[in-house]
């Protein structure tokens, strides 16, 4: 009978436990797509990346686990929130209490089950397009990757059985220990104005020392390795949590202990409502900022290994193409481009050298960067070779004792690198020959074939990736490789990019697989929470449209209280992302490249998410004209 | 000479559309209230009572009819014009308190003249006197869940009396309080009509509490059905309205 009763009335309720069952389903699909990733071993094994940063993942595992079982707990609390009336009032009928923890139990263990079930599938649907989409997208083998894969419904089944279990045995035990009367009264139940203290200034102390802990941890990444990776993550995480549950109700009372700012229009209302929100959400406050640092960092993070694969391409080589030879396409394809510089140069090669004409190079004297990876400076520009040739023979790459009867001078460095880096594409090409840089007589003297290398520098490598990669193509059947299996390596630009990409790629899939996941996680969380209470606060919209408030203010009152609910967790989150981004200077070359693209994505959902919760909030509160 | 505040005539409410089932609240209700009057007005559950009050107070909008309060037309205000007329020229007191929760006693009363754009110094001002009048400058600085019942229903007078408005409509102020309470309100609400000249339009289904009144207006089925003048002592006044009850009561048992 009482199963009936609680099937109907559930029935009833049904758009709130679709909140419910939405947010449930959403934490069990990220949890689901992430297990893919990690126990995917055919695929993390294939892709060296996402092995070389497994502890980066295992980390996020851990956060991702945290958070889900933080948000389970709310999310179950909000269930008894939704049935404690009802279930009081059965009670208050002659129901006994040990059939009632028992329905509630069953109840919250059927949601959890129906959920589980859902979520595994949207889970699998998600894997598949997303994942497959985001790899599609990055140029990345999706070997091994399965968006089906058994040991991953199993762990998330295992997780979310136990939290569930859990879950539903603290919820009876608290429908249990509660009385019939604080039941059916929960509605009637006042914000206590707690008055913080010197334990609330302890705390807030406490959790800005954990904070800088924390960033001082990311910062000195570069000397404390692994350690500081770990210290920033942990006291990071708690100092966010405790600055929330301390500083935050601090600097609202204080905003409200202004007078004047408080007697202004509907400000005491507006300031009153915000502290009660601070006071009740600091839990789900501090798991959003660490949510929002961990997609928009994830997210950041990808995108700054992307760009530091060009950046570290372009450490090596100012000339975008490297052309020996160049073919009809070649020259083709090059007319097609915007071509800042270009530069053709002769060499002559016999057997036993490789000859390039040294009033050729000096009468255009080629760029040569001026950065390294150790000291990479974004600011240092390629510099062009000022340096003179006096003598008639250089050579590089010889053996000192090896006389050929004339004189070498050693190349000057500048040369040497610009002929090794630019000019020298394949360490096959020349089979080991070394190379001398000759005048005019010489070189004319040379009996052998004569080459051209044309070097070129296009306004944007990127946009014509495909056409230099069609060239870089056919330099490698120009070289023959000497057996036909091995593969021919070009150190062109291109070539470098192509390696480093493949490298990074894998990072950067990982940065927006988990950046997605987090940001969705975070934006269902708060809206959630803030919907879930809100009928609690129509009675005091009601009084107050009715002696006399106008409804325009009343909507702008929610706007503002609103805002600011959601403006301290992302503040904190963007900073946190600002500091943690530290810790990849040591991988990277500028974390920092292109964080706007990040920034902008989480602050267009979040705007997105606040107008969506400001409407539907107000459709809550806001009572019907008359 | 007497100027009438409220002013109602012939004002009616029906609930429901057209063609549907309808049904009548108000049926052709008319009634004055003149300035520094304490009127109270009576009925049985169903009479129409609250709606009366509701469209007095112009929460709801009257099917027929005309209410000018304080010179002011209400009936074809807008809703803006409406919420600044409610905010400025009435002053409530629910059964329930109305205060909110989350605000101290001193923010609630504070409340209708922020709205206004008072300043803050002469609100502090104003909210002092108004305490000191219902003798609440104690508890000031609480909330209301730390004060006792008639503490705040005291606020809440203070509150709807604060920005002087031109009739202070009370809606069962005594309901949920203990009779010591009960008495010491409706005692400082007779003080304010007679010292301080506060025009008070009281709903009530208690005769204890209405024989408080100047004058009391009995509503059935939507109509007025008749109305008292307190000539002699309160005692005699509540056996007069105890009649009228009965009266009406045993009208209903003809039925």
């Known amino acids: ?626 | 000479m007497s100027v009438a505040v409220l002013e109602v005539k012939d004002v009616q409410k029906v609930y429901g559309k057209k063609g549907e089932s309808q049904s009548h609240a108000l049926k052709g209700v008319s009634l004055t209230i003149e300035k520094g009057e304490f009127v109270g007005i009576m009925g049985p559950s169903g009479s129409g009572k609250t709606t009366l009050l509701n469209v007095i107070s112009t929460l709801d909008r009257p099917t027929g009819g005309f209410i000018q309060i304080a010179g002011t037309n209400i009936t074809q205000m807008k809703q803006n014009q409406l919420a600044d007329f409610r905010s400025q020229k009435l002053g409530f007191i629910f059964q329930d308190f109305n205060l909110l929760e989350n605000l101290s006693i001193y923010e609630n009363i504070a409340l209708p003249l922020s709205l206004q754009g008072v300043s803050s110094k002469e609100i502090g001002a104003k909210v002092k006197k108004v305490a000191q009048t219902l003798g609440i400058e104690e508890i000031l600085s609480k909330y209301p869940v730390q004060v006792s019942g008639g503490q705040k229903q005291r606020a809440a007078a203070a509150r709807a009396l604060v920005h002087d408005p031109a009739i202070l409509l009370a809606d069962e102020p005594t309901g949920a309080l203990d009779s010591k309470n009960a008495k010491s309100l409706l005692e400082t609400m007779t003080d304010l009509n007679e010292n301080h000249q506060v025009s008070i339009m009281m709903v009530t289904h208690d005769a204890f509490s209405a024989s408080y009144c100047k004058r009391i207006l009995f509503i059935q089925d939507g109509n007025l059905y008749t109305e008292i003048h307190r000539t002699g002592d309160r005692q005699q006044f509540f056996k007069q309205i105890l009649d009228v009850l009965a009266e009406l009561g045993a009208s209903h048992d003809v039925r």
Not at chain 1, 32 to 37: A, C, G, I
Not at chain 1, 144 to 168: A, C, D, E, N, R
Not at chain 1, 377 to 390: G, Q, S, T, Y
């Open chain 1, 1 to 626: 009978m009482l199963l009936k009763l609680s099937l109907s009335s559930m029935k009833k309720m049904m758009k709130d436990y679709l909140v419910l069952l939405v947010g449930l389903v959403i934490s069990i699909s990220i949890f689901y797509m992430f297990q893919t990733l990690a126990l995917n071993s055919d695929f993390t094994k294939g892709n060296s990346v996402i092995k070389s940063i497994q502890i980066v993942f295992n980390v996020g595992a851990f956060l991702l686990a945290l958070i889900t079982i933080f948000y389970i707990f709310f999310a179950n609390s909000f269930l008894l929130s939704l049935r404690r009336k009802e279930l009081g009032m059965y009670m208050v009928l002659g129901a006994k209490k040990g059939k009632i923890s028992q329905i509630l139990f069953l109840e919250t263990l059927t949601m959890g089950i129906v959920s589980l079930v859902i979520g595994t599938i949207v889970g699998i649907a998600l894997s598949s397009g997303i994942g497959v989409l985001l790899m599609n997208l990055l140029e990345i083998s999706a070997d091994g990757y399965y968006p089906f894969y058994l040991p991953s419904v199993w762990m998330t089944w295992g997780f979310f059985m136990v939290l569930f279990l859990l879950t539903s045995t603290i919820n009876a035990v608290r429908l249990a220990r509660a009385t019939e009367l604080d039941l059916i009264r929960a509605e009637q139940q006042t914000d206590d104005v707690k008055a913080k203290g010197f334990g609330t200034v302890l705390v807030a102390i406490l959790g800005v020392a954990l904070v800088a802990v924390g960033y001082y941890g990311l910062i000195e990444i570069m000397t404390l390795q692994l350690l500081g990776f770990l210290i920033g993550a942990i006291a990071t995480t708690i100092g966010t949590y405790l600055l929330f549950i301390s500083l935050l109700p601090v600097l609202v009372q204080a905003l409200k202990r202004n007078r004047k700012l408080n007697d202004q229009s509907l400000n005491a209302f507006t300031f009153a409502q915000l502290r009660f929100r601070v006071n009740n959400l600091t839990k789900i406050l501090g798991t959003v900022a660490m949510l929002i640092a961990l997609g928009v960092g994830a997210m950041a993070g990808g995108l700054a290994f992307q760009k530091n694969v060009d950046l570290i391409a372009n450490v090596g080589h100012v000339y975008d193409i490297s052309l020996h030879d160049p073919v009809s396409e070649d020259q083709e394809a090059l007319k097609k481009m915007t071509v800042l510089e270009q530069n053709t140069y002769s060499y002559k090669v016999n057997e036993d050298a490789v000859y390039y004409l040294k009033d050729d190079l000096l009468a255009h004297p080629p760029l040569i960067s001026t950065n390294d990876m150790q000291n990479y400076d974004p600011n240092k520009e390629p510099e062009r070779i000022a340096e003179p040739l006096p003598a008639n023979l250089y050579g590089m790459n010889e053996d000192k004792d090896e006389k050929t009867g004339q004189k070498l001078e050693e190349l000057p460095d500048e040369w040497y690198q610009v002929i090794s880096q630019e000019f020298t594409i394949s360490y096959k090409m020349y089979d080991g020959k070394p190379v001398r840089v000759v005048d005019q007589a010489t070189f004319a003297s040379v009996k052998g074939n004569e080459h051209t290398v044309v070097i070129a520098k296009v306004d944007d490598f990127l946009k014509y990736k495909q056409d230099i990669k069609a060239m870089n193509q056919r330099q490698k059947e120009q070289i023959k490789p000497a057996s036909e299996d091995e593969e021919v390596y070009l150190t062109t630009k291109y070539g470098t990019y192509e390696s480093v990409y493949a490298f990074t790629s894998g990072t950067m899939f990982m940065g927006f697989f988990l950046g997605v996941a987090f940001l969705a996680m975070m934006a269902s969380c708060l809206m959630f929470k803030i919907l879930s209470g809100a009928t609690r606060d129509r009675d005091r919209y009601s009084m107050l449209r009715k002696i006399g408030v106008r409804k325009s203010l009343l909507v702008g009152s929610i706007y503002k209280e609103l805002l600011f609910v959601f403006l301290f967790p992302a503040l904190m989150g963007l900073t946190h992302v600002l500091v943690g981004m530290q810790m990849f200077s040591f991988i990277l070359l500028e974390p920092y490249v292109n964080i706007w693209v990040p920034t902008v994505i989480f602050v267009v959902i979040y705007a997105l998410y606040y107008l969506i919760t400001v409407r539907l909030y107000r459709g809550i509160v806001l009572p019907k004209e008359v």
